[in-house]
């Protein structure tokens, strides 16, 4: 069974950093691509960033790039998130994800197992 566990949200005033985690379990994350997605308040899910499985490529939504980093450490079974310099409209619920995404992904039709997401708030 796939498991997937947010984890490093929080609320945070704009130009502030956060880091996520996602533990994962249930299958060869070594051998998978992952991504981070995220879900706004009252908006649809849009794709973050995604990583190959041994971590030599990285790619990110324009809304991210700069900002963003996306990392994995495959001997911990773990995903990670670095954001920087957080706006405002980076506020939302936070998920990983396997495979390799990007801006045209179906993401509602492409993911198949969640986590519960990690909450992030972005405000003074």
């Known amino acids: 069974e796939v498991q997937l566990v947010e984890s490093g949200g929080g609320l945070v005033q704009p130009g502030g950093s956060l880091r996520l985690s996602c533990a994962v379990s249930?299958?060869?994350?070594?051998?998978?691509?992952m991504s981070w997605v995220r879900q706004a308040p009252g908006k649809g899910l849009e794709w973050v960033s995604s990583i190959v499985s041994g971590g030599g490529m990285t790619t990110y939504s324009d809304s991210v790039k700069g900002r963003f980093t996306i990392s994995r450490d495959n001997a911990k079974n773990t995903l990670y998130l670095q954001m920087n310099s957080l706006k405002p409209e980076d506020t939302a619920v936070y998920y990983c994800?396997?495979?390799?995404?990007?801006?045209?992904?179906?993401?509602?039709?492409?993911?198949?197992?969640w986590g519960q997401g990690t909450r992030v708030t972005v405000s003074s």
């Open positions: 994800a396997l495979g390799f995404m990007n801006t045209w992904t179906p993401i509602d039709s492409s993911v198949r197992d």
């Open positions: 249930g299958f060869a994350f070594s051998s998978t691509p």
